[in-house]
C-alpha cells in the first residue's frame, strides 16, 4: 500500500536522514521514534506530501503520491502537534469542520457521540478556547473516530492526555489496525501500540560507539 525508497531530507546544510526505505501493509503500524531534531515531524510531512524529499520517493498503492494528490490525500488523515484546533468552535464545530474540509459530512449526533468516546462529555459545546491541553487534544483525535481515511498519521497523540485518554487512544488504534487500517506515529510515551504488526523505525545516529554514525536506522 505505502513505499518509501530511499527516502531523504536535508535542513539547510545538514542531513537529517538519507537511505530510508520500507513497505507497510493494510493492518499494520510503523512506530517513527529517535531524539528530538532527528527528523521525525520532516519524515512524516514528506509522507503527507507537504514536504519535498531531497532524494526518493513515496507510492502509494504503486504511484507517486506527489502525482496522486487529492487521490492520496482522501486516503490520508493527519494529525499534527497542533491538531487544527480553532479555539473560537465549540469542539462539535471543530469535528463537523474538520469532517467537511476531509470531504466528509458530519451531523451532530454524530459528533456529539464520537466527543463523549474521547471522554468530553459536558463539554461539547464549549469554545475550545475554553479546554485545557488535554481535552483540545481529545477533540482533535476524535477526527480519528469518525474518518474513513485509511492511512493515519499521527505526531505525538499522546501528548498531554492523561492515564484514561491514552488508553481509550490505544484502543481506538488497535480497532483500525484490525479493521486493515495503516498507522504511521511518533511517540516518546512507553504505551503498547496494538496487538497487530508493528514496525519500528529510528532517526538519527546509531548510539554505538564502535559503529559508524549512519542516519536513519530501520530496526524492522
Known amino acids: 500500500m505505502l513505499k518509501i525508497d530511499n527516502l531523504a531530507a536535508d535542513r539547510g546544510d545538514r542531513n537529517l536522514f538519507s537511505g530510508i526505505s ?26 503527507c506530501g507537504l514536504f519535498q524529499p531531497t532524494e526518493g520517493n ?7 503520491i506527489y502525482e496522486l ?4 490525500t482522501a486516503d490520508l488523515l493527519y494529525i499534527g502537534h497542533k491538531g487544527g484546533i480553532k479555539e473560537d468552535f465549540t469542539a462539535v464545530e ?11 459530512a458530519l451531523d451532530e449526533s454524530q459528533a ?28 482533535a483525535l476524535a477526527q480519528l ?18 492515564i484514561d485518554a491514552v488508553a481509550d487512544l490505544q484502543e481506538i488504534i488497535r480497532e483500525h489496525i484490525a479493521h486493515n487500517g495503516m498507522v504511521i506515529l511518533t511517540t516518546h510515551q512507553e504505551v503498547t501500540l496494538t496487538r497487530g504488526e508493528v514496525k519500528k ?7 554505538n560507539p564502535d ?7 530501520n530496526d524492522v
Do not use: C
Open 145 to 162: 473516530l469518525v474518518s474513513r481515511s485509511k492511512l493515519w498519521i499521527l505526531d505525538e497523540p499522546f501528548v498531554a492526555l492523561d
Open 94 to 104: 471543530n469535528l463537523q469542520i474538520t469532517s467537511a474540509l476531509n470531504g466528509d
Open 22 to 47: 520500507l513497505e507497510l501493509n493494510e493492518g499494520e503500524l510503523l512506530h517513527l521514534h529517535g531524539d528530538n531534531g532527528a527528523g521525525k515531524t520532516t519524515m512524516l510531512r514528506m509522507l
Open 211 to 217: 559503529s559508524s554514525a549512519n542516519e536513519g536506522a
Open 112 to 139: 456529539w457521540s464520537a466527543l463523549e468516546r474521547m471522554g468530553l462529555r459536558g463539554f461539547e459545546d464549549l469554545p475550545t478556547k475554553m479546554l485545557s491541553q488535554g481535552q483540545k487534544r481529545r477533540v
Open 69 to 72: 494528490r487529492e487521490e492520496y
Open 201 to 207: 523505525l529510528r532517526l538519527g545516529k546509531k548510539r
Open 58 to 64: 513515496v507510492l502509494w498503492k504503486g504511484n507517486d
